[in-house]
């Protein structure tokens, strides 16, 4: 079963709009992460929140988690051109530490 | 910065040969993992590495791969007789601890022919 699973699996928005992806879960966490790829690139790590943690915050970037529904949300402030990219989140169980990876969004920022 | 390095970035090899592709983690990581992703899908877990072992491998690390840390600052990954389906970007990553972040490099595109 997948553990991870992003919606939605496209988003396309203006710049300067804010984008929200979707990450739900289905069994308990450690952490969860989430990650952005640039086409063809490598993963560039964005924001870690644990278990304990409802809401965390990084520069334009806000992530909020529901433990009880077992969802996350990244949220993408005032999206640049340059936020074009795929997003991952990424989990951790508590039994051991490997990152579980949903199949991503594909964030596209137009002009 | 320090970032984690990979070489080579690309490899091309017939089926069948072994391939070796090289980390190098971040110096003060204790943790090391290898990831692949095939193109168009998700990243998937291979083995992780601590203390000088595997302390985690999934289903896809089999017999035909091995992962070694032959010195204090490098990371392999061997894949011992390539198949067609071993064709995937490999990401490496380290960490400083186990449920921290981890980091990745830039990863190696192999392709078997």
């Not at chain 1, 990450?23 to 952490?31: E, Q």
């Not at chain 2, 993992?33 to 072992?53: H, T």
Request: aromatic fraction near 10%; glycine fraction near 6%; charged fraction near 20%.
């Amino acid at each position: 079963s997948q553990q991870g699973e992003e919606d939605p699996q496209a988003l396309s928005i203006q710049e300067g709009e804010n984008a929200t992806m979707n990450c739900s879960y289905k069994t308990s966490i450690n952490n969860l992460q989430w990650y952005r790829q640039n086409s063809g690139r490598g993963l560039v790590h964005l924001i870690l929140i644990r278990s304990n943690e409802r809401e965390k915050h990084s520069g334009r970037l806000r992530v909020t988690l529901d433990t009880s529904k077992k969802s996350s949300s990244l949220l993408i402030t005032a999206s640049r051109a340059a936020d074009t990219a795929s997003y991952f989140c990424a989990t951790v169980l508590d039994s051991n530490y490997q990152l579980i990876w949903g199949a991503g969004t594909k964030l596209i920022i137009k002009p | 910065e320090p970032e984690v390095t990979q070489t080579p970035s690309h490899q091309v090899t017939q089926m069948g040969q072994e391939v070796i592709l090289r980390c190098v983690p971040i110096s003060n990581h204790l943790y090391f993992y290898w990831y692949r992703q095939i193109l168009g899908q998700k990243v998937e877990f291979l083995v992780s590495f601590y203390n000088n072992e595997i302390s985690e491998k999934s289903e896809i690390f089999d017999d035909q791969f091995s992962v070694e840390r032959p010195d204090g600052s490098n990371f392999t990954l061997k894949i011992r007789s390539t198949k067609l389906e071993d064709s995937a970007m490999y990401f490496c990553a380290s960490g400083y601890s186990s449920y921290n972040e981890q980091f990745f490099g830039p990863g190696t595109r192999l392709t078997v022919l």
